[in-house]
């Protein structure tokens, strides 16, 4: 047989393969049985009657699945004959496994009548989990987004993740089209790393670290100056394409991912075709709506000079007057269509969706094509095939914002103050005489071999192929305001991430009740970035133009590529189906580890225990999972960390060396260890579900960047395990029917999460700056530091001693920079004629921000709206010279901040405490407005409409990040527009 | 639920034994097969090949060049801040990017401003001393000694040690062993200039033995002879060498010599930092206006201070004017290609007049002083006492070397070892329209509350345990 593949590393590829063929060979495929029969059925609630839409029906052992349709039914086609076990399973219902006898060219018929069970116990899971396992046998906790349940009609994979789930922080960034969020599992587990969680669809790894940002153009800026946006990988995925997202959320759980997984990992499961041989299922969908801002400046000037849609003066870009308006409501559309379907043992879902979304600021536009096709058959009847592709492809053109010299909301926040030492809308709009646009192709393929030589002997063996080629352009024409000469920068970018995932589950028994499941495995992940950027200057003319026409013109290259591989076993001990006991080693290489570290080993235990299953639990209690968990992970060094090298660099067009980084030939990975425990519990007769966790975080061999002696020659800071830090919190979650009556109901929801993040230790070296933070044992990792003012109302000199959280040298630790309590509330409530209103809100708490766009404008005597009290003082008469005659007057803030040579970026940290509606949604059910429709819904959703910012931050808004916004380790406010509150019309049909 | 299966199971599972067993084999093999090569960085053994070794030198004048001012992540402002405190400039712009820090605006270079500064500038030491370290480790022992390379390295290792002697207030010299480096301990500025010394004289030694008379040859050789005797006129005023030895250097170098550190518009990382801090695109970071060499300019129109009057503002944090100064820069740089400046031929006129001067000949003095003066028309210096025959030299030293990272250790050595003369000062004016500056309302006097050098840097005490 041929192997399969295989171009990436060959050692790996070859080895991977050779694990299928040995499987294949050695156990062989079954051929389809010569003779099969039709289970077919119907599925409904117990309680209700009432058909259950969505079940999952399989067969064991035989992988032969369907789910049900809108009224339930069901049918299973080519069932070898026999004696068959088919498995129902549904959300919120409890499993059922039937036995049935399948007759050749026959149909066996069955009903089913689920029972409610809201703790989904044998729901299946398998994230983090060595195969498939069910709930109960779970250890951790895993949150889930089931896609179903969800009423409004998410944007993108930000917005769908956003106040999801206890523990999960999803920040936006700015209001620019196509900017990604932030997202955090349990807060930050490294200071020097990412902490993006790592992202899975459908078993394939995927980027999930930003993409580069569009940089302004300039020679060899790489890095080093700010503005524009960060787009992210995750907003590539169709959110109508996805069944349900699991999340786990650090190392007590993802473990078997091995070394890059201790910020947890966020895997994707897509829509799958359904069999069955009845008609496709076909869904539509079309949303119509519009972006506004909502007022982020102070009482008397709310939108900060650039004055929101309805400005009598009309719109700047179409009519530049004095009191125009340069933000408008931003109209939005999206188009989507689907198909399930299935013939014989083949099934697909194909679906395509099209965006076309404009941004608040004049320029900004988001097109996004989207397509998908997802396959799977049953090759033998023990032997299943899964293969998805996604295709997506993004154009965005931007406004010039952040700090950009050259963009627009710089110079207009900035007014007579800004570059163009002016505020007339004519000269501004001369700033918009520029292109800022990014291209995202991206490709995600691959497939699953599922084979089940034995119902006991599971084999998974999984390739993948994630491909994103990004462009980013920025062209400054011919006759540009302030670079007349023009200026283009152009960059490509290729990211690829090659799976290649092998696992194999061994269900035996032990001893008397005893069970047991032996997993092991294989995984190699081949990370890549191959990055080119050419930049010219200095054009003849105006006219199309490339980077070639320039008078001078740079080019650029990155190459970098890492391979992390290993391999792993896990055991799963049962006993009576309730109580479990799992555990497990990973052993990982990775490229970036160092020459003499080896291979590294991640343990893990975990045990759960269904209590409410013991004969003494009284049944009025409902049902109780407990649980509890311990397992390691890690983050990798950076690609070149481990090795003594030089930089190629060049003298006035000659070559040369410089020093690069020292080296650290032992360095390896963070090493994570994460300890939590909890239950989970259906009470109240199944009317409230509660799930509590807490968990202790910490994180050892923590790769700090150690600064080395200047005097020495290398100056670089060398990357060194030598620090720890920790996490603590809590997660809880609450849900509950408050009542349900035939037309009226009200479910009612909540949840708790808290954070306190501490570095515990740093090997020695003095307290640093990392990441727009600063670290020093004892307080949060990459915390606010700056400088206090302990009177800042008082009509004195400011009081800037540091009298309590002090560096040593005199700074005051504000707190941390990610929140620390984060407060969910959901609320539906269910009307008469299937009118559903819902809503769900969040509260974050506890973190800091640092106003850096206030200041930046501040220290330039910019005139700015905080001091508007304080003007009339020190500037007399509104003149320009500053008298201080009467500071007498200002209050110690005033002080500080109002007199330009006092600006000190260390003092404008603000508590980012806020609470938003993320959504409000009715949802109006219109099936009887559409001709053979089986189902139909109108909904009317409004994002982030409503919201509470604490008044200490005086301006803009908390969801707001400086340059790299979705890596960013700190928040800092730079010269955006804060994301927009959005109003979406949607009509979703199903034929 | 118990998992139903038939008694051949045990059989099946020793059969399939052998098949897990490979998987695991196989998959631990994976484990260790993570291989990669990144291209991009430059290993350290490769630099030990010849082919390598004139980027090696090119590494150690970029090295220079990032310390006096440069973009780049490792780069300094030994110029550019040394300017500001030394009133070569004022700030017009802002305080962060490309701008003058408000400490340093106020006259102080503390080490938590200069890190960076101290930073570069011993990576410029220790690139060029590594670069010989190196070239004396693999090179034939025949070549080694006559080396233009060597000589070069060398050339680089005592204008870099120059820089740190005259602008920063102390030494910190690793300790060498073989290849290895200990960090070192704190000591006098002055070390610096007799590590310079040696250099220079290695350089000279090195480029003389090579036998080569080549142009390239020749100014590599007045370079050198240029910079030692820069370094000796340091150590001379500090005591520690004799004028003597710094003119007979001098007397080697013609006028029109000069030696140059380039810049270029390739990138950022390697322009000309002074002018892209004050260019208009957009940062505007610095003025004349205010300073010595305003007023003088305007009235001489000399053309080594020459500066620019734009019509604009800068948008500088100057409190007193409401952030607005005019816009006045200096256009000495007047691209980011424009070289810097490390020694020239009229340079060492200069030393022979203060040499002169410290021997009480103010004739030879004022005769040496107006060599470049008449060469460029304009009127000889005149003064009637020994003290104005300082404060001339001193002030023309101050035009002469004008942005090129040298007043500062000029005003602390002629200040520390009381030297007489009274350097011009800047001054601020009384308001935006008085282009006069007849009635200064901030007189920052030399030296009161401004410092003379730059500090440590603070990631030296941080990271260096011998260096409290």
Redesign the interface.
Known sequence: MTPLVLSW?P??GS??A??VV??LL??GAVPLAAQTGTIQGKVTSLSTGQPVAGAEVTVSGINVGTRTGADGSFALLNVPVGMREVRILAIGYKAVTLRLLVNADAASTATVQLAASVLQLDAVVVTGTAGLARVREVGNSIAQVNLSQIKDPPANLDQLLQARAPGLSVMQTSAMAGEGAQIRLRGAVSVSQSNQPIVYIDGIRVRSEGYRRNRPP????DG?RGGNYQASPLNDINPADIDHIEIIKGAAASTLYGTEAAAGVIQIFTKRGISGGGAPRWTFEMGQGFAQVRPFGTDSVPYLNLRPAGSPNGQCVSNPVPGCSWIRNAYRQRYLGSVAGGVGTFQYFISGGWDNNDGVLPLDNERKLSTRGNFSANLFDNLRLDWNTSYAKSDISNTPAGNN??GLVLNVYRAE???R?SSDPKVLDSLLNQSLTTGVQRLITGGTVTYTP????SNRFTLGYDLAQQENRNLRPFGFV??PEGRLSDEQIRYSIVTAD?I?N????LVG?V?STFS???Q?ITTEEVRTTA?GQGFPGPGPLVVGNAS?F?ADE??????????F?QNVFKLR?RYFLTGGVR?????A?GKSLG?QAYPKVSGSYVISEEPFWPQTLGEVKLRGSLGWSGRAPG??DA???????????????????V?NADIGPERTREAELGFDAALLHNRMTLEVTWYHRLTTHALFPV??????????SQPKNVGSLSNTGIELAVNGTVFAKPEWGLDLGGSVYTNHGLVRDLGGA?PFAAGGGWVQPGFAPMAARGIIINNPDAFAPPDTVCRTDCTS?GFHIFGPQQPTLILGQQLTLHLPRGLTLSARGEYQAGAWIQDGASF?AL????RWPTCGRAYPII?PGG????DTTNISQLTARERKEC???????DTFWFPQDFWKLRDLTLTVPMGWAIRRANSATLIITAQNYFRWINSQLRMFDPEMVGRDALDSQNRDISEHVPPPAVITVALRATF | ???H?DSA?PR??AR?G???L???A???????????T???????D??NKPE?W??????????L??ALGS?S??GGQALYWGAAVSFEINPAG???SFGIP?DV?GGSLGD?TT?AD???S??A???AE?AVRRFKRVMPDTLFPKSLLVAQAYLYAGYANRLLGENFCQS???VESGDT?T??YLGSHTLYFLRADTAFTNALAVATASGKTDTATTNLIRAALAGRASVRADLATYGQATWASATTDAGLVPDTVKFLV?????????YNYLYWARA????RAHTEWGTFYEGYYRTTKDPRVKWDSTG??G??????????VPFWPEAKYSATTAPVRMSSGYEMRLIEAEAALVAGDTATARAKMNLRRTALALPGVTFTNPTEAWTALETERGIELWLEARRLGDLRRWIVNGVPGNPPDGLYRA??TDVLHTTPVETMTTPVARSLCFAV?K??R???PNVP
């Open positions: 590393p050692r790996i080895i991977l050779a694990v040995v499987s050695s156990l300039q020679a060899g800026s080093f010299a050259q103050r800004n570059y030492s034995r119902s006991w002997f302030s670079q092998y194999g061994l269900d035996f028994p009740e069970g092991f495995g294989g190699s930049f001078t740079i990155s190459r970098i590529r890492v391979v992390n591989a290993g391999f076993f189906d052993l990982d290489g990775n490229s580890f291979l690609a070149f090795v003594r090298s030089w930089t190629a660099i060049s003298s006035n067009n000659q070559s040369g060396f410089l020093p690069g980084q080296g600064r080395q002696v200047p005097s020495d020659g290398f100056i670089a003095v040298d930046n220290t330039r005597s910019v500037y003149g320009t010279t500053l007199i330009p040579g006092n600006a000190n970026s | 639920m118990r998992i299966h199971i099946r599972i399939w052998g098949s897990l490979a998987v695991g196989l998959a631990l093999a994976a484990a260790c097969d993570t291989n990669v990144n291209p991009g960085l430059v290993p350290d490769a630099l390598a004139p980027a090696v030198v090119i590494g150690a004048r970029r090295a060049a990032d973009a992540g490792t802002s305080t962060g408000p605006q938590q890190s101290w930073a570069s011993n990576q030491r220790y690139v590594a910190v010299i690793p480096l960090p070192g380039p810049y270029s518009s390739q990138n950022t990382d390697q208009a695109t957009p940062y604009l503002k948008d500088a944090a100057v409190a007193r004017f409401g952030g607005l308001n935006t840097g990631n030296e941080e990271t260096n």
